[in-house]
């Protein structure tokens, strides 16, 4: 019966000295992979300040101004560009009092002559 101690006694101590071993590795893995996101929370940290700073820059008025200037070949609108309420009539002409009737293309097709016999 001691002899079964023993060997049981043996082989509970080899699978504590087993899992510690696995323990030790396990937790230096661990702690590399939290070093490896820590470093990618500091990138994307420095990321985000840069953007922050190219917005705030990028949305200065006089900055989109230039921009729009140089970039899109914008200025400001001149005299004759520029429409009071009163004048929308004679600038764009009279509103209308609903949409335009649709027209079929298709109806058009299939009945050419038709058009052509209506008086």
């Given at each position: 019966m001691s002899r079964r101690a023993f060997f049981f006694g043996l082989l509970v101590a080899a699978l504590l000295v087993f899992s510690l071993y696995?323990?030790?590795?396990?937790?230096?893995d661990t702690?590399?992979?939290?070093?490896a996101?820590?470093?990618?929370?500091?990138?994307?940290?420095?990321?985000k300040?840069?953007?922050?700073?190219?917005?705030?820059?990028?949305s200065r008025r006089d900055w989109i101004e230039e921009y729009a200037?140089?970039?899109?070949?914008?200025?400001p609108p001149k005299a004759d560009q520029m429409a009071y309420e009163d004048d929308l009539d004679d600038v764009v002409g009279p509103p209308t009092d609903g949409l335009a009737?649709?027209?079929d293309p298709q109806a058009e097709e299939a009945a050419p002559g038709a058009a052509e016999a209506a008086p």
């Open positions: 696995r323990a030790k590795y396990g937790a230096r702690a590399a992979e939290l070093m996101v820590e470093a990618q929370i500091e990138q994307a940290q420095k990321e300040a840069l953007l922050e700073t190219e917005l705030a820059h990028m200037r140089k970039e899109l070949g914008m200025a009737p649709a027209v």
